[in-house]
Structures are given as C-alpha cells and as structure tokens.
C-alpha cells in the first residue's frame, strides 16, 4: 500500500470511530439519565427498580468497553495520518498488545506487553511498526499452546531499540533471547519489503525450548 | 450557574441538558457555532461546553470568538478525539480545562463548578482597556 493510501484508510476509520463516539456518549447519557430517574423514584413503589438499575449498570460497563475500544482503534487510524513520526516504542506496544488481545484470545493464549524502564523515543513509520509487530505476534500464536503467554518486551540498542517477542509458560518470568539466528522464518519473508522500509530485522530465537523473534529497529531519535 | 452546552449531536446535549438541570443547574444548549454565538450575547451564559468538532463554525473557532468578546466566560472543551492533543492545543487558545467523549457526569460538574469559580474572579475584576 502507498502512504497515500495508507493515510485515506486511517482517514475513513479514524472518522468512523468520532461516529461511534457520538452514538455511545448518546447511550451513556440517555442510560444515565434512566438512572438518575431510577434514583429519584427509589421510595416509590416499583417492582423491577432493582433489576432496571442491574441492567443499566450493564449498558454503562458495555458502554465504557466499546470506548475504550473506539478510543484504541481512533488512536490507531490517527497512525496513518503521517508516514513518519517519533513514537514512544513502549506506547506502540501497549496499543498493538490491546489491538490483538482478541486473536490471542482465540487462541487461549495471553498476549501482554512488558514496557521498557526508560523512554524508548524512536523516529519512524508508525502503521508499518504496528503492522510487522502484529506479524510477528500471529506467527507466534500459530506456534503457541492453549495458556501460554506471548510477551513484547522492548528495549534499548546500539545505536536503535530491539523488541524481544517469545512464547513463554504463563507462570514463568520472561528469560532474555540469546544468540538469535540470521535467517528470516519463510511465513514473515512477505514482510521483508516493509521491514526493509523501517530499516528493521527480525531474528528467529528459541528461548527454553519456545519460539521467540526479535525485532531490530535500527534508527532511534 | 448558568451554562451552554454545545453539540451538532442534538440527542446528546439534550439528554445531558436534562441531566444537568435535574442537579440544579440552569442548562441553555445549542447544536452549531454560530447559534452558540447567539446564545451567548443573548442569554449570558458563564461556562460553555463546547464540542470540538462541528460541522460548519467549528469549536476551536467558537472558542476564539468567545474569548474574543467575552475573556471571562469560561469554556470547556470536549473532544472526541482518542488523545488529548486537540483539548491541549484548546487550552493554548484560551479554554479553561477539556473533557474526552463520552463523559462522566460527576467529573463534568467538577470542572464547570471550578470553571464558575474563574468566572466569577474574571467578572469582578475590571476589565483593563487600551488608551
């Protein structure tokens, strides 16, 4: 995909999550103004007045997860506005953690992101980052078993940052990736031309018998 | 107090209008800029709040214009926007606080009651004019 292309993508969604906005501050406020007349009869006699405020509360916490939903999915469409920018790595791996908690989901896996001590400022392309990071995150999935635990860890480089990915039991601490092998793994070769753009690499490494890639990103502001 | 509310989501103002009044305050509300601006002249409002993005006269604007004729009249934005960069840059040209869509009412009524406060000290205060 071109940047321009890339940009009128974010452009669309980055427009359809303000509607979405819209459309669940309306329920918010519609269902909460339901509870502030629920509050007011309290004394007055109503059969269901219990079971009415459970199911408000409901909308409130469906209402409160499809923002913070729509927030996420804003806040990535808002990535493809430019093709190159400084990012915080440790903010980029929140954000791709929370976008693809659903496909590790699926998975029976748990996907968590471990940020790095100090600020990890790096100048690049944001979508592309995002993309070849949710690559690596699937190819680790195919390969991980139902209560595993698939951590992100960034950190920092000569001269650039790295981020460790790897498969580990969810009740061990994540071990450092040692001695990572030069080769790209055939199912991430499609992505060699958008790492070559990011002027990035990713290494294959095993860690304690697991599957694990480092990602290198050579350029740091 | 007595504030305006500003949104081209007709349904949203109206329901958080009839929300406020219920807590005792007097709500006015319009659903684009140049009404707001009308509102303002006419019914004196002492806090807006203002939705950022608007078809037409936008919120940024409507902010400009507000502070423009009336610095004491204290304006809270609200942004639908997933980061805080639009009500930062609202704070630069003159409102008094923003608020991410949607809202908590609780936390709304914190920031237009301390926003009143500065009203209240702006419009005591004599207003200093060029010679």
């Known amino acids: 995909m071109t940047d321009q292309e890339i940009a009128f993508m974010g452009k669309m969604t980055a427009g359809m999550t303000h509607e979405i906005k819209n459309v669940l501050a309306t329920i918010k406020e519609s269902s909460g103004l339901m509870q502030d007349f629920l ?21 409130q916490g469906q209402v409160a997860r499809g923002v913070e939903i729509s927030t996420r999915l804003n806040r990535f469409a808002h990535s493809m506005d430019e093709p190159v920018i400084t990012l915080d790595l440790n903010e980029i791996i929140d954000q791709v953690v929370f976008l693809n908690q659903r496909q ?66 969810a009740a061990e601490t994540a071990k450092s990736i040692e001695a990572p092998r030069p080769d790209l793994p055939p199912e991430l070769v499609e992505f060699q031309n958008i790492l070559d753009q990011l002027q990035a690499q990713i290494r294959p490494a095993q860690v304690g018998g697991k599957e694990g890639l480092i990602l290198v990103l050579n350029k740091t502001r | 107090m007595k504030v305006l509310l500003v949104d081209d989501e007709a349904e949203f103002i109206n329901t958080l209008a009839e929300r406020l009044q219920l807590r005792g305050f007097q709500v006015l509300t319009s659903t684009d800029g140049e009404a707001a601006l009308q509102a303002v002249e ?46 930062i840059e609202g704070m630069r040209q003159g409102a008094f606080d923003f608020l991410m869509k949607p809202i908590k009412i609780e936390e709304l009524m914190e920031k237009m009651k301390a926003a009143y406060e500065v009203f209240q000290k702006g419009a005591t205060e004599p207003e200093v004019k060029p010679l």
């Open chain 1, 39 to 59: 509050k007011l009869r309290q004394d007055a006699s109503f059969p269901y007045g219990e079971k009415f405020a459970q199911i408000l509360a409901g909308i």
């Open chain 1, 104 to 169: 590790a989901r699926l998975k029976q896996t748990e996907l968590r992101g471990i940020p790095s001590g100090e600020g990890l400022r790096i100048e690049t392309d944001p979508f592309r980052l995002q993309l070849v990071l949710a690559a690596a995150i699937y190819y680790l999935l195919d390969r991980s078993s139902p209560k595993d635990l698939i951590i992100l860890r960034p950190r920092k480089t000569e001269p650039g940052a790295a981020v460790d990915i790897q498969i580990t039991a």
């Open chain 2, 42 to 87: 006419e019914d004196g409002p002492q806090v807006v709040l203002l939705d950022v993005m608007m078809p037409g006269l936008g919120g940024l604007e409507v902010l400009q214009r507000i502070k423009g004729k009336h610095p004491s009249i204290q304006v809270i934005l609200l942004t639908g926007r997933g980061s805080t960069r639009e009500g």
